[in-house]
């Protein structure tokens, strides 16, 4: 397959900077790592071809929205205080509202297309040019906006979601209440009925139950979105949504409405969060969006779902569209970081090693591949899951797919998958600016405001933690049910699949069956865990293992009290964490994987595949000893993974720049001066020198060549 | 040793918040973990004890430092433009000079006491009021006033040291250089000898030699001490240190010299960093500081040192000051950190667990105990190993144990422990960010800040990559020459070494031996990995074998071309950097024993050791599949030690709060609301609501608890 590849066009994409491509033909001639490139390494990526697919169904909006990107009114300030900063964002956000960049969320009967895909794809391309207006358009469209149109009836969604895209009334989303974070379950806050004026009276009893860390609170938001318990003739139905006006049209806080500012954050400080709360405030009945649960004039309440907590986790379920934009864009974030720290890493040189004359570029040196390339690696399997994750979305909310299986499985892979790319893109960030020395801690350089601003994603939207405990729960009650619905002959099955778990871990000689296969030859070793078969074998049997262990450790807990049931699972929460992680590997293994089998060009596709081992070996060793023990890897091969991986890197050297490039990072995306060519610049200038001071007659001697000729006078005599 | 334990006194350390000690109190009778606490947990910390023990040497010193750094007036600024901070911060360098609070570091003949330990622990308190006010401070008196007095003669360090102690002249500290940032051998600024005119000409010939990240330099340095090739008859003598004024008492630059402004950063926005460069720029002969080489009125060059590159690392040597502070300062950083997560932790609940009617406090998950405990037994390793660097340090600085060995490893030991703790501190500091949830984003409380400015302390005063190939060549080197210094006893006890090795690695039998010893007893198991030999055996066997294993590999590179032999290095890069971590956790595990034996009380002592114990197992956790390839851990062990910290996590519970009050950090230090009390407070008030609504008749009915009791009235009827 790789061999008799051909060689494939080489067409920069769109975007490129010329250094780039220079940098990328050269390499790829005269391979400038220790190790030469292997038979095959004649294969190149086909920029074009590889970016469209990572482009993906919304191609098209992509492209509008990363030109958008990359307009200079649009971009994050590298010195102002926080008022400023405010202002500044307030000021784009009514350019977006003005040129109707949220349009595509509409449905049809109020004006829009219902392309929910399209609106995510769009939002998630702001992250390059300044996270806060991202973040900021996400409150007023991707929440406020949302949850009128997804929880209020067809009235309600004609009075308000007008002014609301128009940025005539800017809102606030309330759910989060400082005393439970994540836990909206648990709210404080109370909306009672009173049938006497036919008004609801929201009201906050605790200091607790105040709205916390809201965007456009502070400052900009004319009403919000209040989610409060929802109380009738004495009756507590729980959690509802509320439109409430806040601030009069001068900005002035309605009467019973309080509001602090939060001040100055680790980032992200163009948006004005803050908190509210309130004191018996009174809005008409009409006021709760009522799609889900309806109070009539008298105070009846009824609901189309009977069950409380299902209605509870539907209303929920539009929170989903956050956790898919946050994945995608943390994905971005990671492209923005790699395109600059690897530009930068082919410019740079930095002491001198193989040739003595001349210092090496920083990406010619192994620490530095090993920093960067498994990240770049995880940044392309991210994306391509990404792209799988908004699709589903897409399915599921333009009603083409709806269904409460799909509704679940969007919100358990949503989960899965917004933990890990946030992980990785401040991982990734922190390496970047770390790989680019004192030049990434320049504010111009970009990678340190990406990582301000991009450290709440890890936390913000469902915190990464109580995601993954979420996953977890669901891979628990999915393996649960598989086994109380096996019949007779699963049970079979299933009893065997233990015993080959077991077997695997108790007898040395089970691993022998793969240094059989290698014969003792770490060549053969590594083409064997290069099979795409043998990875992911090895990635589901982790993910399945994992949760089968878990499961089998609380099976005590269905004889327990709830409280020692829940100091049980408490026991095993960090497993819970490992097997949701192991599962979201092998999710973006296999969207990876998917990925490049769609991929025409044969040359992409051999160096991809290189890509997908680099991911898909560095998630094995950086579990290695877990599949040592469970028996599932052999020593041999568990010696040799980590040369291999090596290898890997030196493979993938000469196509770096093409796989950055493949990102499409546009300039006014990138701005940092050391990826523009400011570095190059020097280089080249330092490099004149020296070779003109070299041609000199006059030029200085060192102290230490004189020494040695002495020395070698001296020996000579 | 531990059931005999005596329960020690549990006097709350000065400044230790009262509700810190109610809630360890608290749990020490009623452990709330889901494991009770084992026979020995009324082992208590004498936390006044354990807050001695860590002030170390310098206690006085750090009692003063810690009063200062608890001074609003020092405190760093939430919300300021960088010219705004930058304004500050000088102001408050100028109370530190009046203050004289850099005196300690002057020799006697310069009036001070030569205390340079007590210098740099009062430097490394600095850095919880405001980290840039810790930098500037550090470039001015301990990179610029520094080097006069480590490189001048008496003439010059009388004629310009009083200035800079008192901050009448400002300085810079000029070595970095665009093009070479770490490679300071390879510095481009040259200082022409004229002797003519008994003048240097101090040069930048091209962009890359531009001195950059100087702290000072953008606007408040008036000289600089600058690093340049000396060269005088045409002989380049290498980098030499010269005193350059650069700006009149006006702020102007003085003729030749150029200055840019590096503008804003990721952090350390208090301090003026910039850019110098000098276009024949003249000072007088006298103007190099000549301790190390000089140059006569006729141009003759002589040094105390024949070896140029010898009198090079002599020179730099001073450099290692910056280290070992920046240590001690990342420790410092990862305890506030710590206290205000764990302060946090052990107030704010969420989600109701183990008891339904009451929510859980965060600590008593065991991924929140999985998250931050780790990090705060490497927190207390770190602050013993660099109680040890900082004496190595004043040993070798004060004279009275100066020699080039005592140098040699003190450098080695400084740039192992500098990237370690380094590292350590943003990853503490994050991960207690994002435990805090969304709090920990909100500037005020402290974390995202402290991240901010701790980020350039991984590539700054030497990148921890490049620090960590130094330690890992020392490491190579040593291990060489004890090769070629071994006697024919000594060789077949180097044979017998490697044959065990190479056993241990293919003879799956000779892990038998710890398993007849656990006699497949998980408790068992449990204690034998506890036994302090055990630990050190396994860390200190890694350190040896990774080193070898890496000497063992490069042995070909002694035949080879420099160039062939500088490509081979760079393929086992990764692996040096492994190696050099290996000794770092070492070096600390060994600290922290020694640390713990010199505490008199017992309880202390048996709680400690379960901390020590967390932090070699953790590292032993870290690198399980080396260990299991390399046949040192059985696979039994292997598979217990996961189970056996989460063990230690809950054993340590019921301690966290005492472990934290012994790192004294004070009010003033900590500012962030949420370890003040403020969510305790909430926590009260929102649990007095909770009881009010349990007791009162009209409170309203969940109507889920209706529909329960529906269903079992109709099964009843």
Redesign the interface.
Known sequence: MRTDAPASTTAPAPGTPAEESREAGTSSETPTG??AVPPGGADRLDVEMVSEALLGRWADTRRAARERAARPALHRP?????AEHRERVLGQLHLLAEEEVSLPMLPEHLGGPNDNGANVAAFEELVVADPSLQIKAGVQWGLFTSAIVQLGNEEQQRAWVPDAMSLETPGAFAM?E??????VQ?L?TTA?YDPATEEWVLNT????AWK??LGNAALHARAATVFA?L?TR?????VHCFYVPVRDAEGELLPGVASED??????LNGIDNGRLAFDHVRVPRTHLLNRYGNVAADGT?TSPIES??RRFFTMLGTLVQGRVSLDGSAIRASQLALHIAITYATQR????????TE?TVLM????HL?RLLPRLAATYAGAFAHEQLLQAFDDVFSGRGDSPAAREDLETLAAALKPTSTRLA?DTI?EC??AC??A?????NQ???L??DL??Y???EG???VLL?LVAKRLLSDYTSELRSVDRAGIGRFIAQRAEVLAKRHT?WARLGQDIADRGSPRRAFDSMRQAEFQEQLLADRARVKVEEVALALRPTARMS??DA?????????EM?EAARAHADLVRWRAFTAGIAAIEDEGSRAVLTDVRDLFGLTAI?DD??WF??SGMIS?QR??QIGTDL?RLLWRLRPHVLDLVAAFDIRPGHVRAPIALGGER???D??AE?ARAQRASS?A?????V??DREKAARRGA
Chains 1, 2 share one sequence.
């Open positions: 220790p190790l590298l010195d102002a205080t926080v989060t400082i005393g439970h974070g994540s836990d648990s404080a009672t009893p605790i200091r607790a916390e860390f318990r109380i004495g009756v507590d139905h729980g939060d001040g100055p954050k680790g980032g309440y409380p907590g040189r930095q002491f001198t090693a193989a040739d003595p210092e010619d040196y192994q620490t090993h401040l922190q600016r770390e020395g004192g990434g801690f320049m504010a111009e990678l340190v405001g990582h301000q450290d709440v890890a936390t913000f915190d990464n933690t405990q040395p709830p409280a829940a100091a049980e699972v408490n026991k095993h929460q960090v964490l060793e290695l000893a040592l023990l020593a568990g010696r090596r610049e020097r280089q200038e330092a020198h006059t200085p001697v060192s102290e230490k004189l020494r």
